[in-house]
């Protein structure tokens, strides 16, 4: 249920994102302002971890601002891209990637020893 809902929230971010090309904002913002539009509440971590998966995956790009917070926006070199993702099950191409992201995160905890929390 948590990758789901992280995924879920990834998608939001990419929809808001081709509807608006030219936004840019906060993590605050973007809970307040692009995931309130489509009408989802959710952490702020799971917004986090949703963002550096679209990072990693070349969709969303990061600029420190000069209010020294880092603003995120849509790569507009992939936009087409994300577009047909969109109209696909992007849900389960986010979910093997958090999966797999998941798995580093276990095993580097595990082989230094200590316990993973989410």
Avoid at 27 to 34: F, K, L, T, Y
């Amino acid at each position: 249920m948590y990758e789901l809902r992280r995924s879920h929230v990834a998608r939001a971010i990419l929809g808001y994102l081709c509807k608006h090309p030219d936004a840019q904002d906060t993590i605050a913002g973007i809970a307040q302002w692009w995931l309130a539009e489509q009408k989802m509440k959710t952490r702020t971590v799971t917004i986090k971890e949703a963002l550096a998966v679209l990072i990693v995956r070349g969709f969303v790009l990061t600029r420190k601002g000069t209010d020294s917070q880092i603003h995120y926006r849509i790569n507009e070199l992939r936009l087409k891209e994300i577009e047909v993702l969109l109209k696909q099950r992007l849900g389960q191409g986010l979910s093997q990637q958090i999966k797999k992201d998941r798995r580093q995160r276990v095993h580097s905890v595990t082989k230094a020893g200590g316990n993973e929390k989410d």
